[in-house]
């Protein structure tokens, strides 16, 4: 029997072996710059950090571009290499997307382009859309390759000194600790890739859960109320008029990720202004809705 090793092992597979992996490449490009990562579907795999993840690297020049993802259950370290099992179920998954650049020490801002290839032997039942949260706006990936975009950067980080650096370890070097490298988890994604059951209308979903503006509004009799999750989870709506007391109780329970409508049949309240409460995940949301004559 072989000793167990200290530290993880690569095994090298036969020529004739099979990938069963998907690999979704993310191409980004500004002015002469390009950099790619890559999402990684099939097993093994896990929604956090596994072997086949790779960490994004800090840059080792003033000039460079980054693109990288975050992994859906450890939302704090970024990735190049992002391995994550395909969805199951109705339950889709939402991949935050970051990107940045900077040309000679100074941020770079001005036009982006991500371009992607899609396998040829992507599931049917399962698609894949690139959400937009400046611009509130929802792409196909399998409609489009690329997207083209306008990316303000304020990040700079030039090296303090360009001279050759002879580096002398003050103790043994030993492994990193990937939480080292972290984001902070309530930063909010500019982009994310959306990975959802295939037949559904491609709408637009925030990153965290909102309540919609409802419809019509003023209304008489009944408006339609609609809010976003990006993923399954309780969702509350609740009615108070204008001296804060509560008027209706629209829902309180569960609810599948994307959009939900709601019926609100107003009809036995007066005419005046009224406040759509919205609480979910820890997002709490007003809306004004008036009832007219």
């Keep these: 029997m072989l000793p167990k090793a200290p530290y993880p092992v690569v095994f090298l597979r036969s020529a004739g072996a099979k990938d069963t ?21 099939g097993d093994p795999a896990a929604l956090g950090i596994d072997y086949w993840d790779a960490f994004r690297l800090e840059p080792m020049s003033e000039t460079w571009l980054e693109l990288f993802s975050l992994s859906p259950e450890n939302p704090k370290i970024p990735l190049v290499i ?10 889709g998954m939402n991949i935050s997307l970051f990107v940045d650049g900077q040309l000679r020490g100074q941020g770079l801002s001005g036009s982006y382009i991500l371009s992607w290839e ?6 049917p039942d399962w698609e894949l859309s690139l959400h937009d949260h400046s611009r509130q706006l929802a792409v196909s990936m399998h409609e489009q390759s690329s997207y083209s975009f306008e990316h303000r950067s304020s990040v700079t980080r030039a090296l303090k000194d360009s001279r050759p650096l ?15 490298l972290t984001r902070s988890s309530t930063e909010l994604p500019p982009y994310t890739i959306r990975v959802s ?13 909102k309540l919609l503006t409802n419809y019509p509004n003023p209304f008489t009799g009944v408006s339609r109320v609609r809010f976003s999750l990006p993923k399954a989870d309780k969702a509350a709506l609740r009615v108070y008029n204008a001296q804060g007391l509560l008027v209706a109780l629209l829902a309180d329970a569960e609810f599948p990720e994307g959009i939900s409508e709601l019926e609100w049949n107003a009809g036995a309240l007066p005419a005046g202004l009224y406040f759509i409460r919205f609480s979910s995940g820890g997002v709490l949301q007003t809306n004004k809705a008036i009832i007219k004559n």
């Design 21 to 41: 992996k998907l690999s979704v490449a993310l191409k980004l490009q500004a002015q002469d710059l390009n950099t790619t990562s890559y999402l990684s579907f």
């Design 82 to 91: 992002n391995n994550l099992p395909l969805p199951s179920g109705e339950q």
């Design 118 to 123: 899609i396998p040829a032997a992507w599931p």
């Design 166 to 180: 002879i580096y002398k370890a003050p103790r043994p070097i030993t492994r990193i600790d990937p939480g080292s």
């Design 197 to 209: 059951k295939a037949g559904k209308a491609l709408e637009y979903i925030a990153p965290q859960p």
